[in-house]
């Protein structure tokens, strides 16, 4: 064994259909749980007759934060279409976490 190289491992057979469709409607289940959070963020701006600054700026940044997460969200479905998607990048996980952060703390705000 000395002095041979080492064998490149191949990687292993991927599930061509459940394993994508799954992790693509676990990305449609967490699209659709921050859009609840946007939706009822709006509707505490519209129940309430004249909302105070603080809260339409917390309405306006967790509709700002939705949109970030729904554009990334849609990119990374997209990419489950090919053959052997992209690995998710570090700072792409990131942010994504930072949204549903986001999303928590200003839907919390929002609420109190």
């Known amino acids: 064994m000395a002095g041979s190289l080492p064998r490149e491992r191949p990687y292993p057979a991927r599930d061509p259909g459940l394993q994508p469709e799954r992790t693509r409607l676990a990305w449609r289940r967490t699209t659709l749980s921050c859009t609840l959070v946007a939706i009822l963020a709006g509707r505490q701006v519209v129940q309430h007759h004249g909302p105070g600054p603080m809260v339409v700026v917390a309405v306006a940044l ?51």
């Open 62 to 112: 967790v509709l700002l934060v939705w949109l970030a997460f729904l554009a990334a969200a849609h990119l990374r479905m997209r990419a489950m279409g090919t053959g052997r998607p992209p690995v998710l990048s570090a700072r792409t996980a990131l942010a994504l976490a930072g949204c549903v952060c986001a999303l928590a703390v200003l839907g919390a705000a929002i609420l109190l």
